[in-house]
């Protein structure tokens, strides 16, 4: 079979992709087992993608957004972005002779995590300052590359970017291949995620929506370099994740894929527009494969979305029952 | 000719594409005179999309931003998004009785825009809290729309989405057909511009880059809604410009065209890094069909890129000189 070009280009292109997509997706999400999760998901794709549907969609409106730790990869037994900031402590360790004494540094060169993160999140704030900034935003970007590339889990001992989920890079896949425009709206950094989202998710980082500390344009030998401040820009958890989503998209999603309570608002806001609407929570329930946590966990601590995932008609996942495997090897 | 699908997606597109263009663009850029200007653009345009050229760019880092007001629309007697204010006033003053005798929307209301202006940029700014906050998103977006589709000019008696600039939107139309990405990255308003670029430039919301003010997330009778509070939030003009790109982008576009001083740092930003970069520069000097104004214009003032435009290899196109036509009817 060929595709014809004709003189109008937008159809052409989306003749000759509905054709491929046939090709390629004879089974769609093929790690996902074929129970209410994969068929509600499905279902709902089917009817915002079907040009004979009332509840159809067109193509520039079809934003869906992820939240990341613990959506698209694993986030025990710390977020890996706390993982870092402990790695990027060791490393600027030697010009800061103060940090053997000075806490929570101290705690971290020691590798005692738990007095680390004895002050809360006030702390991990002030350590991710203190390691995130004083760099150009290039510099930055080198760095992270730098540590996902060779940076090792605690307790797999995998890459960090080899702890992302199989059937959620499935999902992603068959939803570009229906013309969806992928977000990820999470509350780690934005500049933190950039730098290896192409790469892993084939998200580039104009999608990537993520907590911010501030830049400042100036001009360093004669070059204009954007400095990173310590200085908390914005927020994108809770109700941080609607108002970073109308900041960067400026159109609501019409589906969203979140794990714990930070992504209960974004999940609302996009559910509660009309016409046909997608909110998937993902249930970590899998003790032997992944981990099992949900309403008293520290991190990804997820509870009101239990109650109410129900009446809102949302989707809960669940990964010891829907999903045939966890990680991408 | 036909042509083939092959079983990878992306190509297949490509060569689809690219056939099409060829047909639609026998002659490139129609309403530009054959000068310098004109040849400067095509030439980047070629060595950044020819896979032979030691310049050559994929398709995913062929990121160029353009300036909105001077640059895609007028911007005399005062910047449109002004006159949207001063509508709001007007509309809004049944509501506001102490306005009849509180400047400076008491001379607005009387017509009187010279002392309106009187209180300068803070008098503006503060009229822009007024008229465009204590609504939601959509409501304001609603707003816009109406405002857009009915308001006219008061110079020319037309709609201000007629008053956009024909040699601009065959440039967008010309760069997206060879695999450019495209974003506004304006000191108006980022919710005043989204409503209306898809329509009028083919630019979509989430394309759009500009000032904001805060917004916050709140149930309202039940349903989640994003009020817009009378805050500043960022202003993105001048050294805000680049760093407005890399919080929205998080990569460099490799072409910049702005029209006035408050573009600078983002041509600078621009054309700083390796490889081929286009900065362009409008230059209004056309009083017959347009306006004629540069280093000494209230509005859109245009002095230290007319000094370094030269030695920073940035092309000025003479409006008078290298436009066959000016706006798009």
């Known amino acids: 079979m060929l595709c014809t070009p004709v003189y109008f280009m937008r159809k052409t292109a989306v003749l000759c992709l509905l ?52 959506t698209l990869w694993a ?18 360790a030697p ?3 103060e ?9 971290v060169l ?20 203190t390691t995130h ?39 992603l896949h068959y939803l570009r291949a229906n013309g969806f425009k992928i977000y990820i709206v999470s509350g780690g950094g934005i500049e933190f995620m950039r730098p290896w989202t192409e790469q892993v998710y084939g998200i580039p980082p104009e999608q990537v929506i993520g907590s911010s500390i501030k830049t400042k344009f100036k001009i360093r030998n004669g070059k204009p370099v954007l400095m990173r401040l ?36 974004m999940l609302e806001w996009t559910t509660a527009d009309k016409g046909a609407r997608l909110g998937v ?13 949900d309403r008293d966990s520290h991190i990804g601590r997820l509870d009101r979305g239990l109650n109410e995932a129900a009446e809102r008609d949302w989707t809960v996942v669940s990964m010891k029952d829907d999903w045939n495997s966890i990680f991408s090897d």
């Open 19 to 70: 054709f491929i997509s046939a090709n390629i997706f004879a089974e769609p999400l093929p790690s996902w087992s074929n129970g209410k999760s994969k068929q509600a998901i499905l279902q709902f794709i089917k009817i915002v993608t079907d040009t004979e549907s009332p509840e159809f969609v067109r193509k520039a409106e079809r934003i869906a957004v992820f939240d990341n730790d613990g």
């Open 281 to 293: 929570i993902i249930h970590h329930n899998d003790s032997k494969r992944e981990y099992a946590y």
């Open 230 to 265: 310590p200085e908390l820009n914005f927020i994108d958890d809770k109700e941080g994740k609607p108002v970073g989503i109308n900041q960067h998209i400026g159109r609501r999603p019409i589906a969203a894929f979140g794990n714990s309570d930070g992504d209960f608002q």
């Open 133 to 171: 900034a004083d760099v150009t935003a290039e510099e930055f970007q080198q760095i992270v590359k730098e540590w996902i590339s060779t940076a090792k889990h605690p307790e797999t001992g995998k890459l960090y970017s080899e702890m992302v989920y199989q059937p959620m890079l499935e999902l």
């Open 95 to 97: 010009a800061h002779p």
């Open 75 to 92: 986030e025990q037994p710390l977020y890996f972005q706390a993982l870092f900031i402990f790695d990027r402590i060791k490393e600027l």
């Open 99 to 107: 940090w053997k004494t000075q806490e929570p540094y101290s705690s």
């Open 110 to 129: 020691k590798g005692n995590v738990k007095a680390a993160l004895a002050g809360g999140e006030k702390a991990l704030l002030e350590m991710a300052m």
